[in-house]
Structure formats: C-alpha cells, structure tokens
C-alpha cells in the first residue's frame, strides 16, 4: 500500500524544487537537506550537487514520470536508483494540469495507482510487495524507460519498455492473493507451533497441521521449476534412511500416486504425438521411454527382454530379417511374447467394402499379422540357440503370445463391427490402457 501522509506533515516541509520546463510542463527535484546528508556521511557544505530529478508531470500530454530513487539518509544507496536498469517509469494519467507548488505535487502523485508509493520523502516507485512487478520486467528487456498505460504488453518500443495497465493491475492484485496467503498459512503455523510447544512439555496431544485449509491448499498450488522438482526428488532418494522410516501406507500411496502422474503424462505425450505424422521409430521410443505401458497389453507381470531383437537364432543384439519390435515375457511363467509396432495411420480395412457391408482387412493389417506369426515360428525354431548365444535361460515358447499394434479403431460401426469379427485378428484383445482411454491405436493379440 502507498505511505498515508501523517496528520502533522505539511506539503511545505518538502525539500522540492519545481521548475517549468514548458508550458503545463513541470520537473520536481529533490533537494535534501545538510542534516540528512551529514547522516549519510556526505559533504554537506554544498546541497545543491546532490539535486535529484524526481518526477516530471506534463497536464498537455496527460502523464505522470518518477524517477525512483532512494531518499533515506542511512540507506547504503542514498540517492541513487532504485533499481537496476529501470531508472524511469512513465503513467498515463488523466489529470488536468501539471503541478506549480508543494501542495498541488502531493495532490498529483496521489493519482498515480494503487501500488506506487506517493509520498517523495520515501522515494517514488512501487512499494516492497509489488517489487516483483519491476523485478520481471527487467529481466524481459533491456530498457530503463517502463511506460504504464493503455498501450499492450510489449518490448517493440524504441526506448521503453511497454506495461498495459491491465496487465500491471492483475499482477499486483496476483501479488497481494500470494501475500496475504502466505500470512494467513504463517498464522496458522505459528498458531500450531507454538501450541505443540506447550503441549509437548504438558504430555498433551498435539495438534496436526490443518493441511486441508484452503489457505495452505492454494498456497502448495505455487508452481515450482523442474529444477526444484529434480532436486526435491533427489534429497527423497537420497535420503534412504527417511525412506525406510516411511510407514507402508504412506509409501503406498506415493507409489500410487507417482504411477498415476507417470500415465497421465504418457497419456499427454500419446495424445500429441496421434496428432503428428510419425514413424514406427518414434512409437518405439515413447514405450522404451515408460516400459511399465507393456505390461497393460498383458493384464500380468511383464519382463522388458529386448527392444529390436533378432529371434533368427543370433544374438538378441544382432542384426539379421527376423526382427521384432519388442520381445518380453511373463513374468510369472517365463513365457515370451512378441510385441510388433505399426503406424496409427496405418489402414485397417479396405476402403471399400467387398460386398455390402462387408470390409476386408486391409493388406498392411494381414501383411503385419503374417510378419509377426513368422517372427514367432522363428522364436520357437531357434529357443535353443538364443538361450545358449544369449546366456538367457529361464524363457520359454511354449505358448508365444504376438500382440500387433496398428492403425486406429474406425469410428464407423460398421467398420468397427466387421474389424472385431475378421477371421485374420480372430478376437480383438484387450487394448493397452492409455489407448482404450482414447478408442485409438488399435492393440491385437493374435492366437
């Protein structure tokens, strides 16, 4: 808030200068006294070589500029800019005439808006609370002219930097929420620590931290850097001994809460990424990046083995024709399963229906069904020799599961209905979770 000027100042105490530059045109300076800069420790023989231009009011133009510096004697910056690189702000005001005494000053700076201080004996510009506000703006342009007026938000000018009054008006109403948030939480704290005090040294109950106040709830909605977040992560992994301390309950629930974030951003990233044209590539990079997903197309415990693996009788790692997308296996009965990834925008059926409503599969769906039934012969012709060349030795073919992934579910329903019924799929499986979600990306056990 703007200081209040006290009962007993009086707008000629005020060591001002005013000069007419031009016509309804006026320049203040401030003057300051010996006795103020004895207190600084400056010279104080001759006042006038600290003359300071403080505000300039032009009544023809309408606008009010301040010039911010600091006017207390035992600042360590006494005289000098408030801020870093905004020496300068410029107000667009409607007032009619530009000031000519000490009195009709005051009066002025009173126009100015909420937020600003407009007392000169505190030095103009915007008060502690909303120091914030000038803080952002230096760190978006290079220029020491701020202008605060009808103009938009923009840094285009030639010489200022431009602030719409809006703008201003709704970040400092933002920083007042925030402070009046954080003081309510402090009261609300200091109330429950100083209560547990006591109560600890009387043997009582104590009483829990009312995290559910609204107050305290708006207040952890701040939002934080992802450098904050990394870091606040690390200390908890670090900080195995806290960890173990953790009852399961809690540990539970985190565990439940992160898997619930982890989907939700695969969800986001998988929403993005159907609405771009892709590669197979870039889908095979999404499921290595969250590899949790190919557990969903199973419905129990799956084991990653390799992603690109040869199962021609090499090394999983080797090159060679039969390669799958992803070869991984249950996890509870070591059983392996072959997971062939296709593009969303790859054809399902045929454009055309082949006699009524009939539609047949499409060639890129029966072409990708026979590449991963004969990657499955393969599989189970060559166990042997990926177990001995590979070192791997508790996975088993004998029952290889092949999941296909491709195109999109139609939303014609005759389409849809003819797709669930196609004697190539034979019975549609049960869809990885983000893209049931979605009725997209279509995911195909093939028997």
Known sequence: MARLLPDDFTP?????????????????????????????GLDSEDTGKYKRK?????????????????TLPTHPDYLKQKY???????????????????????ESLQQLPAGFIKDIRYGLGLTKEFQAIISAVEEHTEHQCLVIGDE????????????????????????????????????????????????????????????DNDAISKMLRIKISDTDKQAAMSMITEDKTAVKQTDSITLTKLKNDIELVSLERLISAYEELLGKKTKEDTWQVLFNQNPFILSLAFGYPAIKISDQASVGGK???????????YLIKNGVTNNLALI????????????????????CASTGLTGSVTQVLDQSYQLQQNIAAIKNNNRIYDIETYAVHCILVIGTMPTDDDKKNRLKFTGVTQRMYR?????????????????
């Open 431 to 447: 869809s990885l979770l983000l893209m049931s979600c979605y009725s997209n990306y279509s995911s195909y056990m093939i028997s």
């Open 12 to 40: 000629e105490e005020l060591n001002i200068e005013i000069e007419e530059v031009f016509p309804n045109c006026t320049e203040v300076f401030y003057l300051p006294r010996s006795d103020e800069l004895e207190e600084a």
């Open 340 to 359: 062939e990834i296709k593009k969303p925008s790859s054809a399902l059926l045929n454009k055309t229906p082949y006699r009524g409503e009939v539609y």
């Open 54 to 70: 403080i505000a300039f009011f032009s009544g023809q133009d309408r606008f009010i500029t301040i010039y911010p510096i600091f």
């Open 84 to 106: 870093d690189k905004i020496n300068e702000i410029n107000v667009e005001l409607e007032f009619g005439s530009a000031p000519y005494s000490k009195e009709e000053v005051v």
């Open 315 to 325: 090394k999983l790692s080797g090159g060679g024709d039969k390669i799958t997308d």
């Open 152 to 211: 938009p938000t923009d840094d285009t000018g030639y010489e200022c930097f431009h602030l719409n009054l809006d703008d201003y008006d709704e970040m400092r109403r933002a920083c007042n929420r925030i402070t009046d948030r954080a003081r309510k939480v402090a009261r609300i704290t200091k109330a429950a620590t100083t209560y547990n005090h006591i109560a600890y040294r009387l043997g009582v109950e104590q009483k829990p931290l009312p995290t």
